[in-house]
């Protein structure tokens, strides 16, 4: 029932917006993150890449706004197996966070978190110890 009044709040929100509004975003995030809590991987990913594109048309390389539409993607990926893309995802999240937030914030922290779980989960120990080192540095 929630993901429907989610849905629906969404869908209105489109009607009253243009249909490439940036405000749309965190709408479409609420929606993207209820489909992933209640395991619709499936849904949640296309919501997820819509948010990503709409991000990348309308906020600089460096945007928060980006920062999260890459880590919710690369969640999703990963709970749908994407191993690969996940890790791309969550390494250009994590890029962006070192870059408008710094290597000491939750951000980062957050981002590295999943970074290194969807490393782990490929076997990549040593990127594991080594995406920490430089992130820690310069970025990923």
Do not use: W
Not at 78 to 97: H, Q, T, W, Y
Request: net charge positive.
């Amino acid at each position: 029932a929630a993901a429907r009044i989610e849905a629906d709040v969404l869908h209105r929100r489109q009607q009253v917006s243009k249909p490439d509004d940036p405000k749309v975003i965190d709408s479409m995030m609420v929606v993207g993150r209820t489909m992933y809590a209640r395991g619709y991987y499936k849904k949640a990913e296309k919501v997820d890449r819509e948010v990503l594109a709409l991000a990348e048309r309308h906020f600089d390389e460096n945007a928060e706004e980006l920062m999260r539409a890459c880590n919710n993607l690369g969640l999703t990926l990963f709970r749908r197996n994407k191993l690969a893309d996940s890790e791309r995802m969550l390494r250009r999240g994590l890029r962006i966070s070192v870059m408008k937030f710094g290597p000491e914030s939750s951000e980062h922290d957050m981002m590295l978190t999943n970074l290194t779980a969807v490393l782990s989960d490929q076997g990549k120990d040593q990127d594991v110890a080594h995406a920490q080192r430089r992130a820690q540095t310069f970025g990923a």
